[in-house]
């Protein structure tokens, strides 16, 4: 998961391929809470990770649930009738699927609570639903402001008798959640008697309650409806653990990827996106995504748990749509709206504003950066793209916090233009798909020369594997340490039984071209060994020196070097980075320092560690480098003509990397954008 400030997207050309995506967040967080209300233990299978299941897990803990997880299975001991721990205070994060149905369930099971989230959270209306749960008797407070989080649950003598009598009324217009939410927490009062619902208004996102239904039933509880208006729990409703529950992949989240395969995988009709976890007979709403997605010109099919994309017409058709059904996935719509021939309605959307940020607003706002001309009401929004592929504009968007609106205007890095795309904040996918763009990037297809480089070189002691590594962890990029390269062969080859010769050269030249390096968090593995400390002896770096003095082997690592070279862009540093192996690299920096400074720099390096040392014999030795890698026939150590000199001698590492990033910014697009 990318967990930086920003996440540049290269110009993406095309698509194909498979992905596997997550549980839906709507089942997963349904799931949990049923199964906390439930006598019996119920093993979920394939529950999405994610913050808001998260805050869900954590908060059952807290009210005194059993919650045993091993990886995407989860196991939960319900409260089985048993009264919840109390006095507690949750928090909830940004989770409408957790808040909601956690308020109404803990003012019906009794006890003190606090419900609280982040900032957002304490936005997002939930009146509606107390003024329901007060109709009761529930007693519950504003902590804040009226009709928002955070809240407190005041029933530290037990549940008070509830006006069960007549049907309770709730608004459906506002946000379905408050439904679900009385669903499923009132059948925990159904003892002598049926309980009736009544909805006020039209109620939007129906088949989010279509979901909540389906779900009951599995624990045992049978709720009719008239027209969905009108909601009856019957009496001696009693939560039953179904023993084991499987969660549907994420259908929302099936939708760029059903965008993706419309708008990117060409017109020959060879190429295709297969989607895995979620089929045409999803219980859940926004499947009828397919639907829209049809109507606009793409080429659908698929079975009971897998879809199949690909493009039909293009340019896409402009379409008008009530968007009531699927609320979430209709985002999508409006940046595949960029990609049609005329203008696209989307209505009844009205729901958009008191979701994570006002989604009305934001795609309006977003959608208009990329060069689109957006109008929108109190429930709709219209859009029509770019005229022309000239008018497409690179653009950075703001995410707002909002996982779906980074994982929609990903799709825009597909435009026309070939513009880059800058995602601010991709860590907020975190909420409903953790590794969205890795799964993006991995049916992506790209023009390699595309992808971005920055190169840092320097002489031994310089600092720049540091300063490399840290600039690519904060832009989210690849990190290559082609020093190591060598060492990390060497070491492959002895493994092997390989002598470092010029006899086994074509051999280790052959293992090299293929060998299993990554870079991950300060550490270097080969395959799934970690070898950090194993190549950073004095042997490994003279063994490094006899695999650099192979030819054959030389070539086989500038091959591996360039394999490196994969989305979304890539920090290299070495000796000749910026001079052999990526010398189109549109940043390169030469970090150097004094032979001064870089021996003191070196002599705390090794004091720390427990060895002896002199500074005097670590600088001659230093400068006895510097002569020799400046003097060698094959990639002698030099800056690279266009490259950028940064003397580093009297910065700190924080220093160097803010002015690497700051030269990569200024040739970024969206600079210019931004002050356009």
Known sequence: ??????????????????????????????????????????????????????????????????????????RITGLGGRLPQSPSKLFLGNAGTAMRPLTAALALLGGEFELSGVPRMHERPIGDLIDALRQLGCQIDYLGNQGYPPLKIAHGQGVPTLALAEPIRVRGDVSSQFLTALLMALPL????????????????????????LQLLARFGIAVEHQNWQRFTIPAGSRYQSPGSIHVEADASSAS???????????RDGQKSIKIQGVGLDSIQGDIRFVEAAR????????????????????????????????????????????YAEGTTTLTNIASWRVKETDRIAAMATELRKLGATVEEGADYIRVTPPAQAADWKAASIHTYDDHRVAMCFSLAAFNP??????????????????????????????????????????????????VA?????????????????????ALAALRKGLAIDAEHEARISTMAQTLPVCFEGGRVLLGSDDVTDAIRTEEAGMNASRVSALPAVRTALVDLQHSFQRLPGLV???????????????????????????????????????????????????????????????????PAQDALVLDNSDLTIDEAVEQVLAWWQERQPFAAAAQG
Not at 30 to 49: E, I, K, M, Q, Y
Not at 477 to 483: E, H, P, V
């Open 256 to 266: 760029y990827f059903i965008a993706l395969g419309a708008i990117a995988t060409g």
């Open 469 to 489: 590594a840290a600039v690519a962890q904060r832009l989210g990029y690849r990190f290559l340490d082609s020093g190591a390269m060598y060492r990390i062969t």
């Open 1 to 74: 998961m990318y967990s930086t400030a920003l996440l540049d997207l290269p110009p993406l050309q095309a698509a194909a391929g498979e992905v596997h995506l997550p549980g839906s967040k709507s089942i997963s967080n349904r799931v949990l809470l049923l199964a906390a209300l439930s006598h019996g233990t119920t093993t979920v299978h394939d529950l999405l990770a994610s913050d808001d299941t998260r805050v869900m897990l954590d908060a059952l803990r807290q009210i005194g649930c059993t919650v045993d997880e091993a990886g995407s299975t989860v």
């Open 295 to 338: 109507a606009m010109g793409a080429v659908v099919t698929g079975g009971a748990n897998w879809l199949q994309i690909k493009r039909g017409a293009w340019p896409l058709k402009a379409i008008e749509l009530d968007c009531n059904h699927i609320p979430d996935a209709a985002m999508t719509l409006a940046v595949m709206a960029l």
């Open 572 to 638: 290299a540093d070495g000796r000749d980075m910026g001079t052999v192996i990526f010398p189109a690299a549109p940043l390169k920096v030469y970090l150097t320092a004094s032979a001064a400074c870089r021996a003191e720099r070196r002599y705390k390096q090794l004091i720390s560690k427990g060895f002896s040392a002199s500074i005097e014999d670590l600088r001659a030795d230093l400068e006895a480098r510097d002569a020799r890698d400046s003097s060698r026939s094959v990639a002698p150590l030099k």
């Open 189 to 212: 009062a159904a003892g002598t008697q049926a309980i009736v619902i009544e909805v006020v208004g039209e109620l939007i996102s129906k088949p989010y309650i279509a979901i909540t």
């Open 417 to 466: 233009a070939r513009l880059p795309v800058r995602i601010e904040d991709p860590k907020c996918v975190a909420k409903t798909f953790p590794d969205y763009f890795e799964t993006l990037f991995s049916v992506a297809q790209v023009n390699t020369a595309m992808i971005p480089v920055i190169c840092i070189d320097g002489p031994t002691a310089s600092g720049k594997g540091t």
